[in-house]
């Protein structure tokens, strides 16, 4: 190749790379041009042919049209990364994100409060660490009831411990508020439980509380326990209502849901009684109200607390309460 001849294939070239509509079309003019067999490599390569005299000439030459075909082919967006570029296959499978999901003990305490949102309730918090009188006194719970036992309880000293229930937010709720007061909070409790399938000394609770001027019933409470059981259980879920005893409620009760699995039919999941326990619930006694500040002649209220392990237990069906805190992927995975 005479210079003059490399002078048109040059200019050829440019022209071609400048009139390349598409990245398959760059890529195919690189390989013609610079790839590996393109024809400035065997030109370079052919160097040796060239008589002596002209080398640097030429030389000079083919290295100026190197840099100007691969400065041209990077304008056009390729350039050095072309191969690579190419190389990709769009059709191979992509790269794999795991993505988390919602702890089961979360989305049960979202979807209360969803439930509740409905009803105008709101939630309010409280701290794990209580006093004696949040936690128990003003809960009219007396110094030798058995749930104030040291063998019972986390106690810090005489006047702090981890709280065994969510009731003491009721009583944080209504020291800072004036009636009509509608709350429902969520959170952890402690209690000195030995761990197994069913217990933990860990667990989670829901607490419910309305008070209102107007007189409020029983019937308000288990309408509103029997629209949260449909919501939360699914439609035909109902609420029965057995008497029990809680030292802030008078009258107590435990509240049971007809099992969603049977129908109330009888299986091994109600333990073939067709109910299933989830909460313990009550009118506010008065003399928690008394212990508030509050008027119990002028003001009227239910409250209620469940275990948010227990519903979810339930809802999802799983055998062991263990298995809600090992944080194993394949059990929390079938579950998102
Ligand atoms: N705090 C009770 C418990 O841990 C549950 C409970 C019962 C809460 C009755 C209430 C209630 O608000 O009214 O066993």
Redo the contacts with the bound molecule.
Sequence with gaps: MTLAELEIARSQSLAEIAAAGDAAAVEALRVKYIGRNGSIPALIKGMKDVPPAERPAFGKAIQAWKAEVEKALAEKGLGDKAEKAVAADLTMPGRWFTLGAKHPLSRVIEETARIFGHLGFTVADGPELENRFNNFTA?NTPAHHPSQDRTDTFWFNDDCLLR????PV?IRTMLANKPPIRVICPGR?FRRDTTDATHSANFH?I???YVDTKPVSLADLKSVLAYFAREMMGDGVKVRFRPHF?P??EP?VEVDFSCHVCKGKGCRVCKDSGWIEV????M?DPRVFGFVGYDPKAVSG?????GVERIAMIKYGIPDIRWLYENDIRFLSQLA
């Excluded at 065994?164 to 009731?167: A, D, K, N, P, V």
Aim: proline share 0%; net charge negative; no cysteine.
């Design positions: 809960l065994t229930q969510t009731s009721q409790t609770q607490e419910g509380l809680f802030f409620t107590s909460a313990g619930a009550g506010v239910y409250a209620f607390g469940f």
